[in-house]
């Protein structure tokens, strides 16, 4: 499989996001493929948070939310998918699916051994991470939810403004990337627009960003479907811990009515946190969300 490198001097001016970075390159079915992943907190903390990215962001969308993270005394995992942030990014579309990066996630959570998780997704996070359940392994390791802004890909027929984007995206080898998501987040400064092209030199470094939208099972025969349908079931009968959910309204494909169909399949989701002015990536309005979720899970 041929994948680039994005050179770490592209990551030296990153506003906010002095963590801690580590790398894998021999996960079993992955090696000399090199993945990337913010730790950070204490080793042994009684919660970890894993923060999962979408598309087509990176770890860094989460640089908001951490910090309360940190100071409740967890620890935060934050890995950047294949194909994004500081992970190598394989040039061909076809390498891309959604059980390669579901796999990866599943065979990282293994080698950290990571234990009481409260999951936090978003967008492609969500796609993923949600059916992590399905996986025995993975669900004696789950404690709690954060939710955010996402769906399941059970086969359903999308909206027409997500098959603009994945028009759009499949059609524009040089995706603006910074600038697709500033569109719907004006207040993010001309460094951190930056910071979100920087995992980007060229084209070449964006087949992951290009195909993902592709990529979302929203047919029945599609790969993930059926992994998905089995999420499904074990979030509305078998999921026992707790779960947060916020929403950005200003999101046009995934807003307050797609969530709140998400929330009702969720056992025991609670009403969400509405962010009037939040848009698709609503982590950048994510330290009011992550303080409203500790507190909730405190007073449960």
Request: aromatic share 10%.
């Amino acid at each position: 499989m041929k994948a680039l490198r994005t050179e770490e001097t592209r990551f030296q001016n990153i506003p906010d996001f002095d963590y801690p970075v580590q790398y894998v390159d021999d996960l079993p079915n992955y090696e000399d493929l090199r993945i990337a992943y913010i730790d950070a907190g204490p080793v042994d903390a009684k919660t970890v948070y894993l923060c999962l990215h979408g598309e087509p962001s990176w770890s860094f969308l989460y640089r908001r939310m951490i910090p309360v993270f940190l100071e409740s005394g967890a620890r935060v995992i934050a890995p950047d998918l294949l194909g994004f942030g500081r992970s190598d990014k394989p040039v061909n579309q076809d390498d891309y699916s959604f059980h390669f990066h579901r796999n990866y996630l599943l065979a990282l959570v293994e080698r950290l051994d990571l234990q009481n998780i409260t999951l936090v997704v978003q967008d492609w996070g969500g796609l993923l991470g949600l059916t992590l359940p399905v996986d025995d392994n993975f669900e004696k390791r789950l404690g709690n939810l954060i939710i955010m802004n996402t769906g399941l890909g059970v086969g359903m027929t999308p909206s027409e403004g997500f098959m603009a984007w994945k028009e759009y995206a499949l059609n524009t080898p040089d995706l603006p990337i910074g600038e697709l998501i500033a569109r719907g987040t004006p207040h993010l400064t001309a460094e951190e627009i930056a910071a979100y092209d920087a995992p980007f030199p060229s084209p070449e470094y964006k087949a992951g960003a290009q195909v993902f939208p592709a990529l979302v099972p929203i047919t029945p025969d599609m790969e993930g479907v059926d992994t998905s349908k089995k999420a499904a079931v074990y979030w509305s009968t078998q999921f026992k811990g707790k779960s947060f959910m916020a929403i950005g309204a200003a999101d046009p494909v995934l807003g307050v009515g797609p969530m709140k169909k998400l929330g009702a399949l969720i056992k025991n989701c609670p009403e969400p946190m509405i962010i009037e002015d939040g848009g698709h990536f609503v982590q950048e309005w994510g330290e009011d969300i992550a303080k409203a979720a500790i507190a909730s899970f405190a007073d449960g």
